[in-house]
């Protein structure tokens, strides 16, 4: 049995424990292995999280979801493939989630050859990270219509804009959030996410030259003031610079068409930010999340923005 290097196989949603393990706060977060060989793959977690859901990909497609029933759980993979495990969701709150994570401990091969990842450690110079960052939107997150707890991240349109330019996905997204007071969750706050996976749990800084931003749909929804808007994305957009040195950044105006005017006289005080205006595709966003069908339009949208 090869036991290896939990991060080296994790994307930068996980970061490292000092008791051992590596956490995650956010759905969407993954794990990616390369066989050469077949055999069991065994993943371990801290404790038995309940309804855990993880969506299987074999060579970038999606194959099945899997349900973990006790603190563990065992999969046997065929050699020369590429696997993707993304973390869907389980049974907590977003607070909960974002107070305790989720820990993976262990990973464990049986093959008689080591597993490989195409994963860079932190970004290289030739695939650097492709970064989404947002809301619940953004995270794939109740995508199936009135089932709003099915969530699929890798249906969602950062998953598929990543997987268009063959880029790996760094995505830092939480239901609810926003950019000032009024977003109906506090925790994390948004500046809080970009640079922590937990309370006092640093994020893992990644090699990225573009980042897609998506925020002000909750701020609208829950009564922000233009004021109050225009305070909070000012400071963001500092702290973003700040967090993402060197990178060019897209900022998507909200789906509904709010704050647009005040998107559009942040951004200019910057020259590295392209505002997209997203407002005008025709995503709806009540009473229901955008589905499957909505992720692919914005994804298609997007891949035009970036290729220009």
Known sequence: MIKTDLLQFASPEWSALEEGGVLTSQYGAYLFVKTQDEGTLTLTFAKHYPNLIWTVTIDGEKSEDLLVVADHVSVHLQAGHDYQFTLDQWETGQVDFWRTGLVLTNLVWSGDEDLLTVLPKDGSVTRPYLTFVGDSIVAGESMSGSNHDHHQPVLSFPALVAEHFDRPLNRIAYGGTGLTARAPFQEPKAIDALWQVGEGISRRRVATDRVIVAYGLND??????????????????????????????YLLTPWNGAFVDIVLAEVARFSNF?????????????????DVLAHQKIAEQLVAVLEE
Do not use: C, M
Not at 227 to 246: I, M, P, S, T, W
């Open 220 to 249: 609208a929804n829950y009564g922000a003031s233009d004021q109050e808007f225009a305070f909070g994305l000012r400071v963001y957009l500092l702290e973003l610079v700040k967090r993402f040195h060197g990178a060019n950044f």
């Open 274 to 290: 392209t505002v997209v205006r997203a407002d005008q595709w025709g995503i709806q966003t009540r009473p229901y999340h955008p």
